[in-house]
């Protein structure tokens, strides 16, 4: 947006949102006293509604930035880069005060827009009478930058790990034309000493070299496959030698592991929203969501997404930091969700009843042995609405299209090894999951639950051979 254009304040006294007109619409960002979070950002159009996806180009995000700064408060929003390491890593949140009346000097972090970027932070390296010069300290590329295009000044950092930095702190503020001088040599003699001399060797020798990669990609290929081969047993022995209550130790470890929590959680996983093959079954429903239970929510991120569709969603999960990152988020993105602790196998919601019941994120086939399976299946049949659907992904083994081979019979050492051994239980990575081995014994178990298919669907491609693949069914009250 041009830095002549009117802004007009729709909202800002609101004790807990900031709103202001954009793209048609209205922005709406939550506030908590004198400071707005471009994270939690939604758009409603002229009508009332909340699209789930808002094309946030530059030119939005400068209006919106804009807006809350001429308005005098703080802005914090994620920033992502790295032009400004080490100093300032990516996913740092950023707090960042109006730049009016207040002096600009050498080492201050501005906020400002330039070219096609309209929102950039970099550091002070020059201030001129009508100018400032601006430089990242990981970068080369220097920005002239007119007066009026500085947005604000970068108040606090918090980096990544929760840790809250003053910027005025930070010892290296001094020294940023120094390290912006030495950062240019340093790249300009890689260039000199390095990258061209290789450049040249490369284009004079590309023939052998090639034939050299090609030779070893092979080897490589050759490799993998036969790793897989062997791989595949391996797996299936490790899980024949587990039992129930191990597999669901290891998989409640994982599950409370910190780091996965940390990284299910983060803003680029939650932004994400369905995946690929989540967003399929959905559009081909093309019923209304209405209420919507997410069995095993996690940190919120289909509970989110399908807020977004319109659903009306409570979420469920054994962990009680998973909900409480869930309830989190939820805050902050202004979301009218419910999170209730309860496991997958035996929660009770009492008289509830749901149009959509969601298990997704290969949940169903992280319970073991298949009883168990089937009495998920049956809890969430319990809790549907009349006419009501069970969505479920899962994974299960590539067949090709010619083979009607039936789905192989357990077998009596492993039974004996194991009783609650299923064939199908696979050591994957790092946790043991179930991979059917046919559809035909998908399809047994949702029959044992009292359930019935209304569309079944395989990403079975080609390069799945030798390999699982995933899938989702779409499922209904026996008979339909």
């Keep these: 947006m041009p830095s002549g254009d009117t802004i007009v304040i729709v909202n800002?006294?609101?004790?807990?949102?900031?709103?202001?007109?954009?793209?048609?619409?209205?922005?709406?960002?939550?506030?908590?006293?004198?400071?707005?979070d471009l994270r939690g950002l939604r758009w409603r159009d002229a009508a009332g509604r909340y699209p789930a996806d808002v094309n946030a180009d530059a030119g939005f995000m400068e209006t919106v930035v804009r807006g809350v700064l001429k308005a005098g408060l703080r802005l914090r929003f994620e920033a992502h880069g790295h032009s400004m390491r080490p100093w300032i890593p990516d996913g740092c949140l950023l707090d960042v005060d109006p730049a009016r009346n207040v002096a600009i000097a050498k080492g201050q972090v501005l906020l400002y827009a330039t070219g096609p970027h309209r929102c950039v932070a970099h550091r002070v390296i020059d201030v001129l009478p009508d100018h400032v010069v601006l430089r990242g300290d990981n970068a080369s590329r220097e920005d002239k930058v007119p007066r009026d295009d500085v947005l604000g000044i970068v108040a606090a950092i918090t980096k990544p790990d929760g840790t809250p930095v003053a910027v005025d702190a930070l010892p290296f503020i001094g020294l940023a034309p120094t390290w912006n001088t030495l950062n240019a040599a340093g790249r300009a003699t890689l260039r000199t000493?390095?990258?061209?001399?290789?450049?040249?060797?490369?284009?004079?020798?590309?023939?052998?070299?090639?034939?050299?990669?090609?030779?070893?990609?092979?080897?490589?290929?050759?490799?993998?496959?036969?790793?897989?081969?062997?791989?595949?047993?391996?797996?299936?022995?490790?899980?024949?030698?587990?039992?129930?209550?191990?597999?669901?130790?290891?998989?409640?470890?994982?599950?409370?592991?910190?780091?996965?929590?940390?990284?299910t959680a983060l803003s680029e996983n939650l932004d994400a929203g369905l995946t690929l093959l989540e967003e399929h079954q959905r559009a081909n429903d093309g019923r209304p969501l209405g209420r919507v239970l997410v069995v095993g929510c996690g940190p919120g991120r289909e509970a989110f997404a399908l807020a977004g569709h319109g659903g009306l969603v409570t979420g469920i999960d054994t962990e009680p930091a998973m909900l409480q990152r869930a309830r989190t988020e939820a805050a902050r993105r202004?979301?009218?969700?419910?999170?209730?602790?309860?496991?997958?196998?035996?929660?009770?919601?009492?008289?509830?009843?749901?149009?959509?019941?969601?298990?997704?994120?290969?949940?169903?086939?992280?319970?073991?042995?298949?009883?168990?399976?089937?009495?998920?299946?049956?809890?969430?049949?319990?809790?549907?609405?009349?006419?009501?659907?069970?969505?479920?992904?899962?994974?299960?083994?590539?067949?090709?299209p010619r083979d009607d081979a039936p789905a192989p019979r357990p077998g009596g050492f492993a039974k004996r090894v194991n009783p609650d051994h299923d064939v199908g239980d696979l050591w994957l990575h790092?946790?043991?999951?179930?991979?059917?081995?046919?559809?035909?014994?998908?399809?047994?178990?949702?029959?044992?639950?009292?359930?019935?298919?209304?569309?079944?669907?395989?990403?079975?491609?080609?390069?799945?051979?030798?390999?699982h693949v995933r899938g989702y069914a779409t499922l209904g009250e026996g008979g339909r």
């Excluded at 290929?221 to 130790?249: C, F, M, N």
């Excluded at 659907?389 to 083994?397: A, H, I, N, P, R």
């Design 430 to 467: 790092n946790e043991a999951v179930h991979v059917y081995p046919r559809t035909a014994s998908l399809l047994a178990e949702i029959a044992a639950a009292g359930l019935g298919v209304e569309r079944m669907f395989r990403d079975q491609r080609a390069y799945d051979r030798r390999s």
């Design 193 to 263: 000493v390095v990258v061209a001399p290789a450049a040249t060797a490369t284009r004079i020798l590309r023939v052998p070299i090639r034939t050299v990669l090609h030779a070893l990609s092979w080897v490589l290929h050759r490799i993998a496959v036969a790793a897989q081969r062997v791989r595949i047993p391996v797996d299936r022995l490790h899980a024949l030698l587990l039992s129930t209550e191990e597999k669901r130790s290891v998989r409640d470890r994982l599950y409370a592991d910190l780091g996965i929590q940390t990284f």
């Design 12 to 36: 800002p006294t609101s004790p807990r949102t900031f709103e202001l007109p954009a793209a048609g619409g209205v922005v709406e960002l939550p506030r908590e006293g004198d400071r707005c």
């Design 334 to 400: 202004n979301v009218n969700a419910e999170f209730r602790e309860g496991d997958a196998v035996s929660f009770d919601l009492g008289n509830d009843r749901f149009d959509t019941i969601v298990v997704w994120s290969g949940l169903l086939c992280m319970i073991h042995p298949a009883a168990a399976r089937v009495a998920m299946l049956a809890n969430c049949r319990r809790h549907l609405a009349p006419g009501g659907k069970l969505w479920v992904t899962f994974l299960v083994d590539y067949v090709d």
